[in-house]
Nanobody, 125 residues
Framework: VQLQASGGGLVQAGGSLRLCCAA?????????VGWFRQAPGKDRDFVAG????????NYADSVKGRFTISKDNANNTVWLQMNSLKPEDTAVYYC???????????????????WGQGTLVTVSS
């Protein structure tokens, strides 16, 4: 599975960005997908996850009500809509796919098998 994340950039606090994760093959219709982020000097943290069916979605408490994860299986794409951005959202954002097929969303990055290259989000105050 190959993943490519895009959509990052520089935005002012209160602004919005939409991140995209594109996958090769039909990965998103068979595997749960997570978005993670890593700020300089910090651990890689779970942001949002969506199940292979799209029926289950989870968010980190820090982004609930501001971020929305969604997927388009037909186009092998997962989106992360980020609204009301804060300076503390600044990080490199990664999408990841977790095996095996039809498994549950997990919160630890160690549970995920395939990773995109990351896209930098910078929120200025």
């Amino acid at each position: 599975v190959q993943l490519q994340a895009s959509g990052g950039g520089l935005v002012q606090a209160g602004g919005s960005l939409r991140l995209c994760c594109a996958a090769s093959g039909r990965a998103f219709s068979r595997y749960p997908v997570g978005w993670f982020r890593q700020a300089p000097g910090k651990d890689r943290d779970f942001v949002a996850g969506i199940s292979w069916s799209g029926s289950y979605i989870n968010y980190a408490d820090s982004v609930k009500g501001r971020f929305t994860i969604s997927k388009d299986n037909a186009n092998n794409t997962v989106w992360l809509q980020m609204n009301s951005l804060k300076p503390e959202d600044t990080a490199v954002y990664y999408c990841a796919v977790k095996g095996p097929r039809y498994s549950e969303i997990k919160y630890s990055p160690h549970e995920y098998d395939y990773w995109g290259q990351g896209t930098l989000v910078t929120v200025s105050s």
